[in-house]
């Protein structure tokens, strides 16, 4: 009003002035959100034509590099094309020259089942040794393939239901013994549907390109196809499975709507693209391509629902009257009249029914995304730079999709739906991910507070319960281990001591003292006592050269020190007794040895000592090499061994003799153990390794 007023004043406003300044007024206040819309658009613009040049270009990566050619490849585009269900090339009947890539629905409109090319080649003389091969970039939907006469090759089943196999390409190597120098006759059926009887026009039927050349240079060629055209495709079909479960499990928690709509479609997707997994269908063409039409209807409706839900407004008010409610309704029913409506046509209209419901279809989404930008613009949402860029090259590829699919554009090669689908998905994917993180994030920053001071607590009651109970535990297995000790000292040790001096049975004396010896060692380990290690070097050296003396078997003994005053724990001190017995047992009854050296190293700085037996003996025999663990006591061995955190290692040989070189660790814990006559310190499992020289 003001400005109306100021250029009345002056005599130079118009007279319709307060009409222009209102919707000056209403300019500038919609300013802001307008000039978002009009940057996402621009940004949609950018990127479909980024997403359009990528289409454009994407055959390029099926076609023929400058070194593949200079190879010897050759690239057959003119082909005599004669339709004929016969089982070869029918020589006699009318056809036509066509050029390749070859559409049925331009060069052969209406036919059904199959179409005959043949094509001439010479041998090309540069390929050198390398064999031939054919590489045909698509045959919609199964191919076979004929040189000079004789079958070389079929894809699948050329009769109905016929193999469908649109977007996979072949590669049949060519028998020299059929080649020629010169006119190669290469033949091949494609069979195929019209156009008017498939649902997309990619599955309609065709020939694309076809190369003749060596093997090595089209297998790289093929697997580089392969791998775009099918293998990314399966990869992205089952990442989109795992985001749609993500996103459901995330919807459940949360109880977010869009989210389940956002899973159930990113899984539609995944499933619409499933066919690269499977190419037999023995059902009949209508009914595949009827189901196959069938899932866009429901992804349309919930890519708008999911639009609309995550644009966050409630209500859908235009002129007073709640459009969202008629939506829903609107796209619930489309998923009802879209098969309707192709039952009524028939088959011979399909492709015409889809392409209208199809169009339909992008008409929604182009709205649904319209919407969700001006939302987000208005309400100045932190993604609506991404989701600009996102949906703007779902709009472009949409897009070119219709352009294809009417017949305004002409793409071969890499379906380029198939691969910037998926990456759009997971983009979008991605950003809900991240929102949801922030929101979590912000929930448990608010309960971090709380949590950290019961944690606290916790801690420190549960530290001051697990103190009293290890206390309470280690008082009665020491209690225990007592009790049995006296047990067994008591009264199974002065049986056996009365056995050994009154048994007249020298045997029977022998076995008592024998159990009685065993028996004191484990009465030694239940006290849990640990003792000085050169207690324990005497002890061992009393019973080894007892024993070898008594067999006649000189023993030398070296010690580093006559005093070593570290600390070895009782069950170390059992479990190293009778691994040393095993070993003196094995010299006396299987070496036939005359000397024995026993010497020992104590390493303190790595905690440890190193007990090495040596004989002269004739070593282990070559029919147990290998088998060190059968009838040597090598088994008991090592499982004594993997009791102590240590290292047991066998060689021998035939005629060299036995080495067996014991390491077993020197537990820090035994050293208060021996001060305060405690339990005996854990050891942690070892290893047992065996080498055969």
């Not at 929102?435 to 001071?453: F, I, N, P, S, W």
């Not at 040895?593 to 020992?600: E, L, M, P, R, T």
């Not at 070593?619 to 060190?628: A, F, K, S, T, Y």
């Amino acid at each position: 009003m003001q400005d109306t007023q100021h250029n009345s004043s002056e005599g130079l406003g118009p007279p319709d002035a307060p009409r222009l300044g209102r919707l000056a007024v209403w300019a500038r206040a919609r300013a802001g959100w307008i000039g978002l819309t009009l940057v996402s658009l621009v940004l949609a613009l950018i990127t479909g034509s980024a997403v359009w040049w990528l289409s454009q270009s994407s055959g390029a990566l099926t076609q023929p590099s400058r070194a593949a050619r200079d190879a010897g490849v050759q690239e057959l585009t003119r082909a005599w094309s004669v339709p004929g269900q016969q089982a070869a090339y029918p020589t006699g009947a009318a056809g036509r020259m066509v050029l390749l890539p070859d559409e049925w629905a331009r060069s052969q409109p209406g036919h059904q089942g199959s179409v005959w090319y043949r094509f001439l080649f010479d041998a090309t003389p540069d390929a050198g040794t390398e064999p031939l091969a054919v590489h045909i970039e698509r045959a919609c939907s199964a191919v076979e393939v004929h040189l000079n006469g004789q079958l070389l090759y079929r894809s699948g089943r050329l009769r109905e239901p016929v193999t469908r196999q649109c977007y996979r390409p072949h590669l049949v190597p060519l028998p020299a013994a059929l080649m020629l120098a010169r006119d190669n006759q290469l033949d091949l059926k494609v069979a195929g549907y019209p156009l008017e009887r498939v649902t997309a026009r990619e599955r309609a039927g065709g020939l694309a390109g076809v190369k003749v050349g060596p093997m090595p240079v089209l297998r790289s060629l093929h697997e580089a196809q392969v791998f775009w055209t099918s293998t990314v495709s399966q990869v992205l079909g089952g990442v989109l499975l795992v985001l749609g479960a993500f996103a459901l499990g995330l919807a459940w928690v949360r109880r977010l709507p869009y989210l389940v709509y956002f899973g159930l479609l990113t899984i539609g997707w995944a499933l619409a693209s499933g066919r690269f997994w499977g190419e037999e269908w023995p059902v009949p063409n209508a009914a595949v391509e009827l189901f196959v039409a069938m899932v866009f209807a429901p992804m349309a409706g919930l890519a708008v629902k999911f639009l609309l839900g995550y644009a966050g407004d409630a209500r859908l008010v235009i002129r007073g009257v709640d459009w969202r409610r008629r939506i829903v309704w609107a796209l619930w029913a489309q998923c009802l009249l879209f098969p309707l409506s192709v039952l009524v046509v028939g088959e011979s209209l399909l492709f015409l029914v889809t392409r209208v419901w199809f169009g339909l279809f992008a008409v929604e989404l182009f709205a649904a995304i319209t919407y969700f930008l001006w939302v987000a613009g208005r309400g100045g949402r932190v993604e609506f730079w991404l989701m600009s860029v996102a949906l703007g090259a779902v709009a472009a590829v949409v897009g070119i999709e219709l352009a294809f699919q009417f017949g305004w554009l002409q793409r071969w090669g890499v379906h380029i739906t198939h691969l910037v689908m998926p990456l759009l998905y997971a983009a979008v994917a991605v950003r809900l991910i991240q929102v949801y993180a922030r929101a979590l994030q912000t929930a448990e920053g608010a309960r971090a507070q709380l949590e950290k001071r019961v944690q606290e607590i916790s801690i420190e009651i549960e530290r001051n319960f697990t103190q009293i109970a290890e206390l309470r535990v280690e008082q009665i297995a020491e209690r225990e281990r007592k009790r049995i000790a006296a047990d067994l000292h008591d009264d199974l040790g002065a049986k056996l001591l009365t056995i050994v001096h009154t048994s007249d049975n020298d045997r029977i004396s022998t076995l008592a003292r024998e159990a009685l010896e065993e028996m004191r060692l484990s009465v030694r380990g239940l006290t849990g006592r640990p003792m000085v290690l050169s207690d324990a070097l005497a002890d061992w050296r009393s019973e080894v050269v007892s024993r070898l003396g008594q067999a006649g078997i000189e023993c030398e003994w070296r010690n580093p020190n006559d005093t070593i005053e570290e600390p070895l724990s009782s069950r170390t001190y059992v479990q190293t007794t009778r691994i040393v017995r095993e070993a003196v047992s094995n010299i006396i009854k299987h070496s036939a040895a005359s000397h024995v050296i026993i010497s020992v190293d104590v390493r303190l700085t790595q905690h440890d000592f190193v007990l090495v037996i040596q004989d002269n003996g004739r070593g282990i025999p070559l029919e147990l090499d290998g088998r060190l663990d059968r009838g040597h006591g090598m088994t008991t061995m090592k499982h004594r061994a993997k009791q102590l955190s240590g290292q047991c290692l066998v060689e021998s040989g035939p005629g060299f003799g036995t080495v067996i070189r014991l390491t077993l660790p020197l537990e820090i814990a035994s050293a208060q153990q021996l001060r305060t006559h405690g339990a005996p310190g854990g050891a942690a499992p070892a290893s047992m390794e065996v080498h055969t020289r």
